[in-house]
């Protein structure tokens, strides 16, 4: 556990010298904040708000539609559309600037430094994983504080509940992933340069991902109220709220399937590469 904790320090305190997880964080923020800007006139509502807002006045308004804030309901429903172009702005710079962690260490001469120590290949591999998980997690608490307060400047009030929540479900998993695909399965490049052209074949196999994260993760909110269901083109209810949990579950459990088999493929590889 030492071994593997002083690995994980070492590789984040790199990772933030050679700036490439400033420049991450900097992505996540500027992807979130910029796509608010452009979509600033989020007093206009939606379909869906409207037809929300026009069961509220009906005879028999539903139970999910009752003391509706309208102007917070509309504002948050636009912040799912916000975290959706947020995420997959940031998975591309994550998928692009994971993979040069492992082949800095050959192209800068550390490995043969490594390999004289009692390093085994799942703790270098553990430890090179969990300082880019560390690194995206350090990133994303601190981001999501300054992006709080510069959301609510751009779209005015919304819902922090569910943005923690969309924050946490939207980025968390997808970016956990394409930063072990990254990570993983450059380990093979030799330098910085090819580990960037792995990144790029590597993208349309994260994109794959990141459809599956959207119908999933995007609609976590309606969990904590049941309007923000609409935001994924589902009838608020218990109904959609079971389907959310189903899509969910059937989500996490292919990302743990493709990060298993990613560990093991790349696992294989180190082993070979040391019987040569």
């Not at 556990?1 to 070492?10: E, G, N, P, Q």
């Not at 139970?63 to 636009?78: K, P, S």
């Not at 692009?96 to 120590?117: H, Y």
Request: proline letters at 4%; one cysteine or more.
């Amino acid at each position: 556990m030492t071994k593997l904790s002083a690995i994980v320090r070492y590789e984040v305190l790199m990772a933030w010298r050679r700036r490439s997880l400033p420049i991450l964080w900097i992505l996540l923020f500027a992807g979130v904040v910029g796509f608010a800007l452009l979509i600033a006139d989020v007093n206009r509502q939606t379909p869906a708000v409207e037809n929300a807002l026009q069961q509220n006045t009906a005879a028999n308004v539903p139970e999910w539609a009752q003391g509706i804030d309208v102007l917070l309901a509309t504002h948050t429903i636009a912040l799912v559309q916000i975290m959706i172009a947020g995420m997959v702005f940031y998975v591309i710079g994550v998928t692009l600037m994971s993979g040069e962690t492992i082949p800095l260490d050959r192209q800068l001469k550390v490995r043969e430094l490594l390999d004289t120590l009692p390093i085994s290949r799942a703790q270098y591999l553990g430890g090179k994983l969990l300082s880019g998980w560390g690194g995206l997690v350090l990133g994303m608490v601190l981001v999501g504080i300054v992006a709080a307060l510069a959301l609510r400047l751009v779209i005015g009030v919304y819902d922090l509940r569910i943005f923690s929540a969309l924050w946490v479900a939207m980025l968390l998993p997808i970016t956990f992933l394409a930063a072990a695909f990254s990570i993983l399965l450059c380990s093979a490049a030799g330098s910085r340069r090819a580990a960037v052209l792995i990144g790029l074949v590597l993208m349309p196999v994260v994109m794959v991902f990141v459809t599956l994260a959207v119908p999933s993760f995007a609609g976590i909110g309606a969990l904590i109220e049941p309007i923000y269901a609409v935001g994924i083109l589902l009838m608020p209810g218990d109904e959609a709220n079971a389907e959310i949990v189903n899509r969910i579950s059937n989500t996490l459990l292919v990302y743990g399937l493709a990060l298993a088999v990613t560990w093991g493929v790349a696992w294989w590889y180190a082993r070979r590469r040391e019987t040569r």
